[in-house]
């Protein structure tokens, strides 16, 4: 949990001194599977494909995945994406 306070803290202060300049959102990239599950990616974190009863569900599991992977990223040093909403969600 620490970690991900970390990411928005870090995230907010980012924001702050760019104004936003050059920051992009996180896509998922959601699709109904033939099984009626749901399946939400996010493309721009590789690893980062989960599924859902409910397209919402799927939703939030990416996005939980999504900060797990960025704040492990940050807790060893490699780089994130720089984003400003953090996610956006396509069909």
Do not use: C
């Amino acid at each position: 949990m620490e970690k991900l306070q970390n990411l928005a803290a870090n995230t907010t202060k980012f924001n702050r001194q760019t104004k936003g300049a050059g920051i992009v959102p996180l896509t998922i990239e959601v699709e109904q599977e033939e099984d009626g599950r749901w399946l939400a990616e996010v493309p721009d974190l590789p690893g980062v494909l989960t599924y859902g009863p409910t397209r919402q569900e799927a939703i939030e599991r990416a996005q939980v995945l999504s900060l797990r992977v960025l704040a492990d990223r940050l807790d060893h040093g490699e780089s994130v994406p720089q984003m400003s909403g953090v996610f956006a969600v396509t069909p």
